[in-house]
């Protein structure tokens, strides 16, 4: 689903963000990806995300070559896609059904389909009966969970989620990560970028820790210590 | 279908976006409607002017009175001769008798003249009456009609007479037009890009302050249409407003101008013909002022947004 072949990053001469890293992520896994700040995690998922072109190296996700992506295919890619944020990044002079909705009629979805689909994604994300509420009348946590409402609504294969409780207490967080792993339950690929240990050790996935620019260590069923 | 959606999608946004910068749209429209009034007086102007040296120009033709003793082929073929040159667009036979009815005519109330135009016989010569299609370029005509064996055929006490002093109010009126078709030109170039810029940055404002939103768009996999689109419809939107404005004020001016100067001439330029003319085109030069506002809302926020709409792509 994802595939990552000695990819590397550099902005300058003196900094290498991404130095060679490897990676192969199948369908329907979830990855947690680890690692301290300025580690490599935000270059990486720009990099996936086609915000960033790699220096060198080779990705290809979901069966897309990106060395041989056009421009003007960006778009279709990124629908293929779904990216939740820390700082949710959700339209503040749109309530909740139509920040989700945004997501669908970018992709030329009928106002019909619409009403019916945005419905069941917010119950997806427990976000029932708020509809019409504006993002600053939520909490940090409900925020999120539009943002992962918006992102899966259009069902995409991969969901990448950076940082997502980086900003959100405890009861918060873990309210977003029950979400994603649900998410990742009906079958969607979930690459997770968080530093929140507590997190990552009950989950118990695969985790991969990134330092420096490189993969420090890729395993299974796995904790992780700072 | 989907297309159709993102069609409409985009028109109702653009349409929204207008209502609420409301007051950018009000700078953008107010340059755009002084480019096209200036673009739309040019032409009106220039149709009258045309008109004004048109209607001198039918007046203006060349006689060439003929010796008594030309007969009728010779006649025939110095007629024939003159058609073939290029400037001419029509030769006329005036003769004797023709001459003579005529003058009787002019002179109806100059008993004396005319009694003794009636004692000697006919003494008017036959003429031929050449019209030129331009009658700035005549050297072509007359330097035929120079010629020895063309000379022969004249009568040599008439002369030919080339309408001068009309050439002269002719050479001015054209001399004024032309300097007004260059400053006409220069004035819609200036205005033309001063609003373009102006149009330019009301939009990269509106953008500036939208950027968080476009990025989001961006990010959520929006083509570069569907999010330059309603800026486009907006910039349209003022285009013709601007358009049905400038139409309006044009026509304000030429029906208080013409009321006021009872269809008189303002300077140089005949309001009465301006007026008519305008009147006559009203649907096209509504079309066009249209067409112009289009295309300038739609260059404008096209190349505002190009730059913001960039893929990164740096390596």
Sequence with gaps: ?226 | MKRLNTFRRILRTGMLNFVRNAWLAVAAIAIMTVTLTIILFSIVANATFANTIQQINDKINISVYLNDNVTDKQRTELTNQLKKLPNVRGVTYVSKQDALAKYRTDNANKQSLLQAISETGNPLPASLSIDPVDPTKIDVIKKFLDKPENKALQDPQAGTSYSGERKVAIDNISHATDILQQVGIVAVAIFAVISVLIIFNTIQMAIFNRRDELTIMRLLGATTWFIRGPFVVESVMHGVIAAVVSVALIRGVFVTASSALQASSLGLLDIGYSSQYFNDKFWKLLAMQLLIGIVIGAISSYIATRRYLKFKTSK
């Design chain 1, 1 to 226: 689903m994802i595939l990552l072949d000695r990819v590397t990053k550099v902005y300058n001469r003196k900094s290498t963000a991404l130095d060679r890293i490897s990676l192969h992520v199948e369908p329907k896994e979830f990855v947690i990806v680890v690692g301290q700040s300025g580690a490599g995690k935000t270059s990486l998922l720009r990099l996936l995300t086609r915000e960033e072109k790699p220096t060198s190296g080779k990705i290809v996700i979901g069966g897309v070559d990106y060395d041989k992506l056009k421009d003007r295919d960006i778009p279709l890619l990124r629908r293929k896609i779904g990216v939740v944020f820390q700082d949710f990044k959700l339209l503040p002079n749109k309530n909740v059904f139509e920040n989700v909705a945004f997501a669908l009629e970018i992709v030329g979805m009928g106002n019909r389909e619409i009403r019916h689909t945005v419905p069941r994604v917010l119950d997806i994300v427990n976000l029932k009966g708020k509809e019409n509420s504006m993002p600053n009348e939520l909490s940090g946590g409900e925020r999120q969970r539009v943002a992962i409402a918006r992102a899966i609504v259009r069902q995409p294969k991969i969901l990448i989620a950076d940082e997502p409780t980086g900003n959100l207490d405890p009861k918060n967080a873990w309210d977003v990560i029950r979400v994603l792993e649900k998410i990742n339950r009906y079958g969607t690929t979930v690459l997770l970028t968080t530093h929140n240990q507590d997190i990552v050790n009950k989950l118990k996935r695969r985790v991969i820790v990134i330092e420096g620019g490189r993969v420090a260590s890729d395993r299974a069923n796995s904790e992780y210590h700072l």
